[in-house]
């Protein structure tokens, strides 16, 4: 059973077919998926699921804080499960790998008191780029 799973259990989330094959879509340490990605894969499991569910069940997942919509350039937004343990990404700027990556050291506290401008700083986003070895070896 997934973290996901476990965790939507947890909440009392009515756990209907559909919305079990979505969630374990989305099951793994690395996954990054688009919603089209999630309704092929989910398909697979049960061909009767609409594309409008698997889009309304990416809604909710990430209206209830569940799943992360990640957008790290101008293609598609994939939806992250990793949503509970702070993390980056780093990305193949060539084929749009997407792979979680948990840098030390407090990406807060790296901003410096003149550089802040009077804001107060709750979150932050680091997208390391570069090149994968698939993409690198080709």
């Known amino acids: 059973m997934s973290d996901l799973l476990e965790r939507l259990r ?4 009515r756990m209907t ?7 374990e879509v989305l099951d793994g340490e690395h996954v990054h ?3 089209d ?8 499991k049960l061909p009767e699921i609409s594309r409008a569910t698997v889009y ?7 209206s209830l804080g569940e799943v992360i919509e990640v957008s790290t350039d101008k293609r598609a937004k994939r939806y992250d499960p990793n949503a509970h343990r702070p993390h ?9 790998a ?6 030390s050291g407090n ?3 790296d901003l410096p008191d003149t550089e802040r401008f009077g804001f107060t700083i709750s979150d932050v986003e680091v997208t390391y780029r570069g090149v994968c070895p698939n993409c690198a070896g080709a």
Request: contains cysteine.
């Open 107 to 109: 990406p807060l506290a």
């Open 17 to 23: 077919a559909q919305r079990r094959v979505v969630a």
């Open 10 to 13: 947890g909440r009392g989330w």
């Open 88 to 96: 980056q990404h780093l990305v193949c700027g060539q084929c749009g």
């Open 33 to 35: 998926l688009t919603a």
């Open 98 to 103: 997407i792979r979680d990556v948990h840098p």
């Open 56 to 62: 309304n069940t990416l809604g909710e997942l990430v």
């Open 37 to 44: 990605e999630v309704h092929a894969r989910a398909v697979a």
